[in-house]
């Protein structure tokens, strides 16, 4: 068996080309998986657990379907739908992870990570999730209707991609001493998020000794995924 980890799937009913690569890749962890952890931006905007579109429902219901089947899904909060809560854990039967989670992944302890708290330059995009994760925001923005948080959440959107191409490249990205000061707090060689769209496998030296950061793909046109095998092997794959 293995453990699958994928992140950044930003699934929306405009791409459902996406969502379809996702519901095939569910089904096979299914039979091949021992757990699928979900790092952060599943969705590309999730305004809250009552927005049951016919293309969020059947999310939901593939989610619902999977875990029945015995098949544990982790899933852990991200920049776009942070929004989720506890009647969508209900409906698909997923389990809601903190933003920084450590787990003997195959016997090895490693920091689970949506990623974006990690990119300490970007101070712009910190001070709004700081704002956007206060109870008193989540409270209130939800209860404005759906279409009001859908025309919000565009708004959002607009300014996030605005912000993303007038901001250099290295700002955006982690830094590596935040990278080596979260590793130390938990005690762990091992790490794995999103967020940065740029998938790699990162080696380094912490305290004398061998580390290394994964970073999960995006899933733009096709499927992006980290597979960690019984054999101790970590493979990003594309599909």
């Not at 990623?115 to 704002?131: I, S």
Request: some cysteine; proline content about 3%; hydrophobic content about 40%.
């Amino acid at each position: 068996m293995i453990n699958a980890l994928i992140s950044d799937l930003h699934l929306e009913q405009n791409n459902p080309h996406i969502a379809d690569i996702f519901r095939k890749f569910l089904n096979d962890c299914i039979s091949s998986a021992s757990a699928l952890y979900i790092l952060g931006d599943f969705f590309e905007a999730w305004i809250g657990d009552d927005d049951l579109t016919i293309f969020n429902r059947m999310i939901i219901d593939a989610l619902a379907r999977a875990t029945q089947k015995g098949l544990p899904i982790y899933v852990m909060h991200g920049n776009r739908d942070f929004l989720i809560g506890k009647k969508f854990l209900r409906m698909t039967g997923c389990q809601l992870l903190p933003d920084e989670y450590v787990t003997p992944l195959l016997g090895t302890p490693t920091l689970l990570m949506h990623g974006d708290t990690l990119c300490t330059e970007d101070v712009a995009y910190l001070k709004f999730r700081k704002k956007s994760r206060s109870w008193l925001f989540k409270t209130f923005i939800q209860l404005y209707s759906l279409k009001k948080r859908r025309l919000i959440a565009q708004r959002y959107r607009e300014g996030s991609k605005s912000h993303t191409s007038k901001t250099p490249a290295y700002i955006m990205d982690v830094t590596q001493s935040e990278v080596e000061r979260v590793m130390q707090k938990h005690g762990v060689l091992h790490m794995i998020h999103g967020h940065t769209h740029r998938p790699a496998v990162h080696q380094f030296e912490l305290d004398g000794q061998r580390a290394t950061r994964a970073v999960l793909g995006a899933w733009h046109e096709k499927g992006n995924a980290l597979i960690c095998r019984e054999d101790g092997r970590r493979e990003l794959i594309t599909f």
